[in-house]
């Protein structure tokens, strides 16, 4: 799909096998590069709903808020018939019938319907639960959005695909800073992306961490690469994976306590070290010409 400058829309993951590898520093320093470069405002998607920080990076002035829901069931109790179809259908463990009494337990639910479905009375219908909100702002010449997760809510997915869904519309360029790890959140994150960078460390823990994002990103089927945070030069296991599995290495970025420094102060890496805004514009075009558009979502 092109949008209005007819470029191709890009949509690109970048997600590591856990966090602290420096994931958002190359999803935030890709979209504040991208700003300014020509080709519409970048949008920047905070997919890590659980712990969001991209937005700090960047500071929005005045996000709009909107919540994020799901659909529970409510019981009718003067309409149930006790026959327990209901709590029998629900993968979930959402439902249970306890002597006359059938107790929804929300947290549980997934929304997929099926107890209402089932039921011979009539007895289920639904109302909205909010489990968390999706915020969205300008600034930088980027369009920031990020999904938040309310605090003791389980159900992280929803709210992922509604940060995406709100935040990819009208650019050419849209980077999503993924979850850590290769759960669900995971899978919500970079499914249907055009392509995945996976950011690791050179080290033991690293390499293993990255073994896992790359088999969750072969089994979704995304194309990916890889950046090497905290790089200190040579060849190491990581390499030696890379080269195993055809996995190309993108960049590395040098192990350098400045570059740390301006990390932990919440300053995009272009906007501390101006260098590295032509360093993550190459990484986009590289990942653009490596990883072509889809045409299915
Ligand atoms: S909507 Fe689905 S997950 Fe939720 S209680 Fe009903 S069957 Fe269980
Ligand atoms: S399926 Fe309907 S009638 Fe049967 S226990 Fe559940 S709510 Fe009651």
């Not at 709590?87 to 319907?113: I, M, S, T, W």
């Amino acid at each position: 799909m092109a949008t209005g400058t007819g470029r191709p829309a890009v949509e690109l993951c970048v997600v590591s096998g856990k966090g602290g590898t420096g994931k958002t520093t190359v999803a935030v320093g890709l979209a504040v590069s991208l700003a300014g470069a020509g080709a519409g405002e970048p949008r920047l998607v905070d997919c890590d709903v659980e712990a969001p920080n991209a937005h700090l990076y960047l500071r929005p002035d005045a996000p709009e808020e909107t919540e994020v829901t799901v659909m529970v069931p409510v019981w009718d109790p003067g309409r149930c018939c006790r026959c327990g179809a209901c709590a029998n259908a629900c993968a979930f463990g959402a439902l249970g019938l306890f002597g006359d009494r059938l107790v929804v337990f929300p947290e549980h639910c997934h929304g997929c319907g099926a107890c209402g479905y089932v039921c011979p009375e009539g007895a289920l219908s639904e109302r909205p639960q909010r489990i968390g909100v999706v915020n969205r702002g300008r600034a930088g010449g980027v369009v920031v959005t990020w999904g938040v997760l309310d605090v003791g809510q389980p159900r992280a997915v929803p709210v992922i695909e509604a940060a995406r869904a709100r935040g990819r519309t009208g650019s050419d360029q849209t980077v999503l800073d993924g979850p850590p790890g290769t759960a669900c959140s995971l899978a919500a994150a970079a499914r249907g992306v055009d392509g995945a960078v996976v950011v690791t460390e050179p080290t033991a823990f690293g390499l293993h961490d990255l073994e896992l994002a790359w088999e969750s990103l072969r089994v979704l089927g995304v194309p990916a690469g890889v950046v090497i945070n905290k790089a200190v030069g040579g060849r190491g296991p990581v390499h030696a994976f890379c080269e195993r599995k055809g996995l190309p290495v993108l960049l590395e970025i040098p192990l350098d306590r400045a570059v740390a420094e301006a990390g932990a102060a919440g300053t995009p890496l272009p906007d501390a070290f101006p260098r590295y805004r032509t360093v993550f514009q190459d990484l986009w075009e590289d990942c653009a010409a490596r990883f072509p558009e889809r045409t299915s979502p």
